[in-house]
């Protein structure tokens, strides 16, 4: 009976327990930094979209296909997107990362070539943050963080 106590080769279950308290530790430290990397990398995403669809609508106007200004229409299901699926400029219309009321707007002028991209609540109609050519609002604040 000896001789079997010897050939056990497993762990104790205090040895188990102080594994299991130092992995929960370690989680408790990294969970809150995880979930704000997450949280920074959805406001990056938008910003990316937003410059994406500045680039789109300086194409369109680069071509002549827009030839009257706009001003703070939305971006999804607008004529402007339809058109750039159209030049094969654009896929699919990007929609936020970080709110699913949330809204890309977008203003431009024809003559100057100037694009203003906004983003905020489709409910309300107001865009809160501004994502091209200038970063401001909340979008602002998050990615400074």
């Known amino acids: ?43 990056s995403t938008d910003v990316k979209n937003g410059q994406e669809i500045a680039t789109v609508i300086q194409t369109l106007i680069a071509d002549n296909k827009l030839k009257e200004n706009k001003s703070d229409i939305p971006v999804s299901g607008s004529a402007i997107m339809d058109e750039a699926k159209k030049s094969n400029l654009l896929s699919e219309v990007p929609v936020s990362k970080v709110s699913d009321k949330n809204q890309f707007y977008a203003t431009y002028d024809v003559k100057s070539g100037k694009v203003v991209v906004k983003i905020g609540e489709a409910a309300s109609g107001s865009a809160v943050s501004q994502l091209y050519p200038e970063l401001t609002g909340e979008y602002k604040d998050k990615m400074t963080e």
């Open 1 to 43: 009976m000896n001789q079997r106590k010897l050939n056990n080769k497993g762990f104790s279950l205090v040895e188990l327990i102080i594994v299991i308290a130092i992995m929960a530790v370690l989680i408790g430290l990294l969970a809150p930094q995880f979930i704000k990397y997450v949280q920074r990398s959805k406001y």
